[in-house]
Nanobody
Framework: QAQLEESGGGLVQAGDSLRLSCAATGRTFSSYAMGWFRQAPGKEREFVAGINWSGGITQYADSVKGRFTISRDNAKSTLYLQMNSLKAEDTAVYYC???????????????????WGQGTQVTVSS
């Protein structure tokens, strides 16, 4: 069973950058699309970014497009989220997630993802 562990969150000021990492266990990381979601206090979990199994296709929420970059290193079984020009509204717990089936088309729908990490807190002060 796959396990996902996020790291890299913290407290930063508006305009700063952070890079989140998600380390995955298992030998089939390279076969699965991956995504980042976030949940702010009092709000529903929302899609942030997704990447297909090879890394050749990415998708972003409009709110982060141009500021965040999702990438993956299949040799290291690690997913990344580079976050630049952070805003106070980016404050949330960030989760990485893996799709339910290998080579599954990547979408921004949370029900497409079957495995989730425990999350890492990102706090942006204005």
């Amino acid at each position: 069973q796959a396990q996902l562990e996020e790291s890299g969150g913290g407290l930063v000021q508006a305009g700063d950058s952070l890079r989140l990492s998600c380390a995955a266990t298992g030998r089939t990381f390279s076969s699965y699309a991956m995504g980042w979601f976030r949940q702010a206090p009092g709000k529903e979990r929302e899609f942030v970014a997704g990447i297909n199994w090879s890394g050749g296709i990415t998708q972003y929420a409009d709110s982060v497009k141009g500021r965040f970059t999702i990438s993956r290193d299949n040799a290291k079984s690690t997913l990344y989220l580079q976050m630049n020009s952070l805003k106070a509204e980016d404050t949330a717990v960030y989760y990485c997630a893996r799709t339910r089936a290998p080579y599954q088309m990547m979408t921004g729908v949370s029900s497409s993802f079957g495995y989730w990490g425990q999350g890492t807190q990102v706090t942006v002060s204005s």
